[in-house]
């Protein structure tokens, strides 16, 4: 597959990702995997894009969680980032066209694109919550690497069930608003991975980040991120959960 491919039809599983939002947005779990979402190649040129990213270490402790791994987050542009841009419009669509029957997702913009990297054997991220900022939807890529996945019952870790996140597999998270239900965060864990790395890209809708003019999530691709001095703006505060 050439590169334009790769951007035109980044997503293989259309019907997949319809049934998963449904299974997110029900009053089970609030989760639901797909595997074989994403293909290799389109993987692999989202790999090559986070080449160059400048990822920071997350903080060992967040809330009640621990945490063990590196974060990149991108909110202002995605113009350098053309195959995580066009996933992103994907996801996108693929909500709005389930907004009729979903509440929600007709308004699920995602504004805050962050890339996870988390080494071999490392702790991964124990039970937590994602913030209750991010409204309606989390989508989870797994671009890299696998490891398990986890949604639990308690802070303990007892699980509900634990799926296999391998590279081209999407997760998708209830969050609060999706499907009219007021709240309905999964409690969920990742795991290191065993050998290799492992890179995900977390897709959310922040709630809490400042309106700007003409400013759909879609000039995420509009223009760079830019620190105080006008040098590219480096990522992330390095936090993830509540």
Known sequence: M???????????LDAGLAGGLQAAASDGAGAAFLPDALPAEACAWIVSELASARFSR????????????EIFVIRNSLRDYPAIRRLRRELVDAAHEAGDEIAGLASWEPNEV??????????GITP????????YLVVIATVEGAAD??????????????WRAETGSLILLRGPGLGGVED???LHAVAGPVRGQRISLGFRMDTSAPA?????????GDAPARGPSGSPAKGPSPKRIA
Do not use: M
Request: proline share 3%; with cysteine.
């Open 2 to 12: 050439s590169k334009h491919d790769t951007h035109r039809e980044i997503l293989s």
């Open 58 to 69: 997350l903080q060992k402790h967040e809330g009640r969680a621990r945490q063990e791994g």
């Open 114 to 123: 962050s890339a996870q990297r988390y080494p071999a054997d490392s702790l």
């Open 128 to 135: 937590h919550l994602d913030l209750r900022r991010y409204r």
């Open 149 to 162: 996945f986890t949604l639990c019952k308690n802070r303990q870790g007892d699980l509900v069930t634990t």
């Open 184 to 186: 309905g965060r999964p």
């Open 212 to 220: 700007r003019s003409g400013n759909t999530a879609d000039s995420l």
